[in-house]
């Protein structure tokens, strides 16, 4: 099968997205289907055909937010390329520019099409509108995802049952959704030798010896709620200061997450890493003894999956994102308020054969978030939306 992926983010732009679509490309490339990309030429303003990884890259400029690129909703250029591509189908991940380029091309050659909605943009709306005209905005955001999602697409896919019962229940969309979890190379998040080496040298570093590990990774932006992590992590202190908070990221809240530690006299005990390359990231997961997440506005929390992999219990906000991935006592905790997180927290520090148990859980838990069971789910959605395309025509 031939298989057009289109996406305002890809390589060397890092995201969820970014790995779930990199994910995507490897198992199919594995299963033998041929893959194509096209997205947006995130450092220079010009068009790039690299042919040898099938990668068209269209011309962006800035959005102010974060390190996000639009395109013109059409190129000539990249549309003659993919005429000679002879797709099969098309599968879309974004709702913006080449988003909208890729409907174009599904209409003009008669594509199927199928999407996969990533952002619940209501709440990233306050990146737009900067305070002012918010419920408005959210207003707007709900429309586009309607309408990109329900009247543009011949198969939707969604990550989690959040969004499902979210389209359904509050956007009201009738179209047919089909819940398929991101997939990662479990394998690369296994303690290899080189990592323990690398491990050693950053514990050497940052003073890490005896220390409990917390540690989150991501965006650093308002909506992940690292605020509310950093406050629920000075009460933690206050019981037991034996704890080392890594955050690991870059964004446009780092500088004042930075002085909210000064502010509360935890900066001795909270890492901020900047940015880290992709394939370290594994390294700093084993080295970590637990996971957390705050962030109440993922669509799925990769980044937990990605926890789990490396054997790390997770400690999560109770949110509808992670319930489908981790389980009370099985392979981490839920909490609802500052004293549950607290709690799991202590109760998988002192008590090392619970902790040892849910750990071993953690990783038995992650088969199916493989990116060839990804992939695989994939393939059937493709092969329901160009049956559906044969029938319209």
């Excluded at 490309?25 to 995130?42: G, P, Q, R």
């Excluded at 080392?244 to 909210?260: F, H, M, Q, T, V």
């Excluded at 997180?341 to 493989?370: H, V």
Aim: positive net charge; aromatic residues 10%; glycine residues 4%.
């Amino acid at each position: 099968m031939k298989i057009g992926i289109f996406t305002d983010a890809y390589e060397p732009y890092v995201s969820g997205v970014t790995t779930s679509i990199k994910m995507l490309k490897e198992a199919l490339e594995s299963m033998h289907h041929t893959v194509y990309i096209v997205t947006i030429n995130l450092d220079k303003h010009k068009f790039v055909y690299d042919k040898n990884n099938k990668i068209i890259y269209i011309p962006g400029f800035k959005t102010g937010i974060y390190e996000t690129r639009l395109s013109n909703v059409y190129n000539k250029k990249a549309f003659k390329i993919i005429k000679s591509w002879q797709l099969d189908v098309i599968h879309s991940q974004t709702e913006f520019s080449i988003g909208v380029f890729s409907r174009i091309v599904s209409k003009k050659l008669n594509i199927p099409i199928v999407h996969t909605y990533h952002t619940l943009y209501e709440d990233y709306i306050h990146y737009v509108t900067h305070g002012h005209f918010n419920n408005l905005g959210k207003k707007i955001a709900i429309k586009i995802t309607k309408y990109y999602c329900e009247k543009n697409c011949d198969e939707l896919i969604v990550p989690t049952p959040k969004i499902k019962e979210l389209f359904v229940n509050k956007y009201q969309i009738t179209k047919n959704i089909n819940v398929i979890p991101t997939g990662i190379d479990t394998k690369k998040f296994e303690l290899t030798p080189s990592m323990a080496k690398e491990i050693k040298k950053l514990k050497a570093k940052h003073h890490l010896e005896n220390e409990f590990i917390i540690g989150t990774v991501g965006r650093i932006a308002k909506e992940k709620s690292l605020d509310k992590e950093l406050i629920a992590f000075q009460s933690l202190l206050k019981k037991d200061n034996s704890f080392k908070l890594i955050i690991i990221g870059d964004g446009p809240e780092l500088d004042n997450l930075k002085k909210l530690t000064k502010e509360l006299n935890i900066e001795k005990n909270v890492i901020f890493t900047g940015k880290i390359k992709y394939d370290l990231i594994p390294t700093w997961y084993n080295l970590f003894n637990v996971m957390t997440s705050f962030s109440v506005t993922e669509t799925q929390g990769l980044t937990i999956i990605e926890g789990e992999a490396s054997s790390l219990p997770i400690v999560c906000i109770n949110d509808e994102s992670f319930q489908s991935m981790v389980i009370n006592n099985y392979n981490g905790y839920l909490f609802n308020n500052n004293e549950e997180f607290i709690n799991s927290i202590l109760k998988l520090k002192n008590n090392p054969k619970l902790y040892q148990e849910i750990a071993l859980n953690a990783k038995n838990s992650i088969y199916k978030y493989s990116k060839e069971v990804f992939a695989s789910n994939c393939l059937e959605v493709y092969h329901e939306a160009i049956e559906k395309k044969k029938t319209q025509n």
